[in-house]
């Protein structure tokens, strides 16, 4: 043992300021935060442990229910709207000829846009005298009040987000998809497969592992969204943008119940962390 650790001496010594760092910045917050949720916070009086009192706040209040129900059909809205629009246009490119490199500058303009003119860009867009509603009038159909209507707002979010975020997905898409033998595809085409046999039998088999991987991330990711929806609407209209996340923002933020928040946080990281421990079990079943 002694042997075999003077030999990777300098590989354990290039490790350890990423170790700290990783412990510094991420477990230590989250341990941190664990005790927290067991305490009311005072920063004049000093803390004081309150047991479960701050999961029992939490629990029954109503909001955090609602707030829960907001969180699952955002991460739904997402999945169905937002995940496949990457995969599409990322398949779409790769079978370019020509134009290929504007495409995908193209697609990533979005991510480059500051989060201020971004939201006031959408705000104008989805403005009942905006772009979005002319363009319906002139199809002779009804304004939408997009940021105002409870069935339209959370709806809105996920279309803005969407624009604005796919262009990272399709760059990491786009790289799997171009790491596939082209020599497949051409036996496929010798075989008389068209376009949409290449991309089924093919293409989404090859990077099925990178599509469950963007997929817990995308559902990690979501559970934590509250910037749109505080920027946009602050959880409205009637709390229908209220995601949990923003809720957490709320009680430290807002009602400086940093008890509650850690709380919160807590029961979002066992749940997170279960989905994450599930996923993986299923991925190496599949292997």
């Not at 005790?35 to 803390?47: A, E, R, T």
């Not at 990533?108 to 867009?125: Q, T």
């Amino acid at each position: 043992m002694a042997g075999k650790l003077r030999r990777h001496f300098w590989g354990y010594a290039f490790l350890v300021p990423a170790i700290v760092v990783f412990a510094l910045f991420l477990w230590m917050p989250i341990v941190k935060g664990m005790v927290y949720s067991l305490q009311h916070i005072d920063f004049v009086k000093g803390n004081t442990y309150v047991g479960l009192d701050n999961y029992r706040t939490v629990l029954s209040d109503p909001v955090a229910g609602k707030a829960v129900r907001n969180s699952l059909y955002y991460m739904a809205l997402c999945l169905l709207i937002g995940f496949w629009v990457p995969i599409g246009f990322a398949i779409a490119i790769s079978e370019l000829r020509r134009f290929q490199g504007f495409a995908r500058v193209a697609a990533y303009l979005p991510n480059v846009i500051p989060v201020v003119v971004l939201y006031g860009l959408w705000r104008w867009l989805y403005d009942p005298i905006g772009p979005f509603n002319a363009l319906l009038m002139k199809l002779g159909l009804d304004q939408i009040a997009f940021l105002t209507n409870p069935s339209w707002s959370m709806i809105a979010i996920v279309i803005m987000e969407t624009w604005q975020q796919f262009g990272s997905a399709l760059l990491i898409y786009l790289a799997a998809v171009l790491t596939v033998p082209r020599d497949w595809y051409e036996a496929a085409e010798i075989d008389g497969a068209g376009v949409w046999q290449r991309i089924r039998h093919i293409t989404l088999p090859s990077i099925r592992h990178l599509i469950v991987l963007m997929l817990l991330l995308q559902v990690i990711g979501t559970s934590q969204g509250f910037q749109s929806q505080l920027a946009l609407l602050d959880g409205g209209p009637n709390n229908t943008t209220m995601t949990y996340a923003l809720l957490i923002n709320k009680y430290a933020f807002t009602r400086l119940d940093y008890g509650a928040a850690s709380a919160m946080g807590v029961l979002m990281f066992v749940v997170l962390g279960l989905v994450a421990i599930v996923q993986y079990r299923w991925q190496a079943k599949e292997e």
